[in-house]
């Protein structure tokens, strides 16, 4: 990776796991990364129209878009930017199906540490990188 900051957009209407994506973010180093937060998918598909976004971290359950549909919107507006799902539901097979059909992992919030989601993001971003 570069010394560019990479633009991360989450898309999460929950201000409170904003703010914990934040602050696992500065606490695992994450300084190479700048974060936007949105709260609806609409405005995210918005913002993917306007800058150069390194990757997506995506909540399934949005006021205007639910599951696997959430993130198949999403996929279909920007395929070549890496989506990293963030879940409340520990759903194996919504995990299986998301990731199938390219999702670079999916990442349920309550097992989710600052660790984790930094190596995460970064080998979410070199593999869609190599591909």
């Known amino acids: 990776m570069d010394n560019k900051p990479i633009d991360i957009l989450l898309i999460e209407d929950n201000p409170g796991d904003c703010r914990l994506i ?4 500065a606490e695992a180093g994450g300084a190479q990364f700048k ?12 913002r993917l129209e306007t800058s150069d976004i390194g990757l997506i971290l995506l909540d399934l359950g949005l ?3 639910r599951g696997f549909d959430t993130f198949a ?14 879940s409340g539901l520990a ?3 919504l995990a299986i199906k ?10 349920v919030k309550g ?3 600052s660790y984790l989601l930094l190596r995460t993001i970064r080998y979410a971003i070199e593999r869609k990188r190599a591909a």
Request: aromatic share 4%; charged share 30%.
């Open 35 to 46: 974060l936007e937060c949105v709260d609806r998918l609409t405005r995210g598909l918005e």
């Open 91 to 93: 759903d194996e097979d």
């Open 111 to 113: 097992q989710l540490d």
């Open 73 to 86: 919107r999403t996929y279909a507006r920007a395929p070549q930017v890496p989506i990293v799902v963030l």
């Open 63 to 65: 006021p205007d878009s």
């Open 98 to 107: 998301t990731v199938q059909a390219g999702a670079q992992d999916y990442l």
């Open 22 to 25: 934040q602050e696992m973010m």
